[in-house]
């Protein structure tokens, strides 16, 4: 009779409604559907946001279903449980009752095999029987909101090549080849401005993969650079620009988020460093979804793969109201110029999706407005200020605050924190680089393009608070310049990327030896500090508000 009246459902799929039936105990649902098929999926998607118990491998529930000839409809009701018996199934005192509840009694039927249980239960103590072996009401609200809840979506550019190999999943047809023709895109030989590949993506639970991109490179430039094919969940869309075609994933937000921190750190790190992370990756990427939506028209920024290593540059940042986009088509890249995306390709751990669900749609805010949540691998003792390392303004948010937490050489910790290609790097609070001069001179050429001549000394002009140099000059046979900020002198100085510009210089005869702390530009959240913090059981609240001096979390609107 309840599923005939007009009741507000709480969920549905094509053919299928999911209904919080709250007459009887607590987590009580029930599904109305037309097929089995879509009775069975609405069934499972509910069953993804119903709480698992002790390590086991599904809910605990009780299920009944029935086929309703007079309306064609399939029924099912699932009664969520966490106990198999109430107390006093096991009580030898009084109040004992040889009485389940098993599926009668969770349906309304109490059985009593003994007559005394019969002639002494009373009403109350049969509801307390219920309320024993119902999910807790948080648990019921958890439900209702995960059922409920929505994301925004993010357009993640992830590859941009003359011509790109796909495959779309569920389509059977196998790898596909798009490229470039008279700036449009070729698929078949027949020419699109636009080519996309539709997915349903489930609001409430995260998505399965829907599509594949072949040979994919990951860490431009880095020292772990390395190419792979690369799984995705949500929609693909294939767009041109100039001679490259470029491959775009729309997806939700939270599944986004999913993958940019299974990518960025490991599934066993510390639930409560991967909530932090949840939260600043959330608050970077709706903010430059929001830049997007501001700015528009006119050319935008330089974009340039000039990542850093480890952390996020932040870049397109820029609340000036200018068109500073680095990104015009899309919201983010997938490279570490933006955040590091590799979809479902990196495996997802259970700590990480309960990481996003229990952060679901908190960000990071001081005074109302987004953070800009910027973070880098280890700061090396003291965090480091905005100006030092891009323009010239300060927040307040953003301080230099003592970090004694970083110096970490516990292997164990750092594994579940780095990736296996980042564990490489593992000298990163205290290390030294040497350089014979000719080598270095040939370097600084080759990395600025300036012909410094043979190179006489380098010496710090400013540094800033955490020890990191804001402006270096270089003084050579040729001639003297200055150089900067903290990235262009990383960039200068190495190969790839120097760890730090936090570094002291000195000459053995015609070797110049660089003594660094920390990895990366050291603004914001340090990630190794962020790490140790969480190991000693500090929440994820606590840990972002010492690297961001005053910034509140907030649930986004
Ligand atoms: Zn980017
Ligand atoms: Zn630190």
Redesign the pocket.
Known sequence: AYLDSHVQPLSCVKDATLYHFRRFTRGVYCIKATTTKSLAKLFYQFLDCCPVLDEGLEPRFNLYAWYKASTHEYRAMVVLRTELRSHHFYSTGPDHLTIGPGAAEMAGVFVAPCEEDFVKATVPQLTEMLQEVSVSAEDEAMIDSRLTRTQPTIEVGIVSAPQIEFEIISDGAGPQRVSVEDGRINYNGTLFDELYFDSVTPSTLFAEPSFIIREVTIGIDFHWQRRQDQKFAGSLKFIAEGDNVVAINRIGLEDYLLSVISSEMRAGAPLELLKAHAVISRSWALARMEDRRKVCGGIPGQAGNDGKGGGNDGRGAGNDGACHLPHLNYDVCADDHCQRYQGLTVAVGENVRRAIDQTWGRVLRYGGSLCDTRYSK????L?EIFSTCWEDRDYPYLQSVP?P??DCHDRALLSTVLNDYDLETADFHDWEQRYGRQELSALVLDRTGVDYGTIESLEPVERGPSGRIKYLRINGSRQSGVIGKELAIRRALSSSHLKSSNFQVSTEGDTFILKGK?WGHGVGL?Q??AAVMASEGKGYIEILQHYYQGANVEQQQ
Request: hydrophobic share 10%; glycine share 34%.
């Open positions: 280890c700061c090396g003792g965090t970090c937490y970083c920390g340090c190794i500090g």
